[in-house]
């Protein structure tokens, strides 16, 4: 059985560890190089659909069927 030798973290270390990951996410959308994700994590069955999945084409790319274009060629 593995051992657990973690110290408990105060609530003041927790709030400092969440503002600088906070941070460096922010950091990181702040580069204009940087796309957005409709989803962060994969679909689900069942699960709801999210508010950007018809702008991102979420079921046809997760179908795995082709494109347009590459139907048409």
């Not at 796309?35 to 069955?45: D, I, T, V």
């Not at 709801?48 to 999945?53: E, F, L, T």
């Amino acid at each position: 059985i593995l051992e657990y030798n973690r110290k408990p973290k105060t609530a003041n270390e927790l709030a400092e560890e969440a503002w600088a990951r906070l941070e460096r996410l922010l950091f990181h959308y702040a580069d204009p190089t940087t796309g957005y994700l409709s989803r962060a994590l994969p679909f689900r069955e069942g699960e709801a659909d999210g508010d950007y999945d018809h702008l991102a084409r979420v079921l046809e790319w997760s179908a795995g069927g082709a494109s347009e274009d590459e139907a048409e060629g």
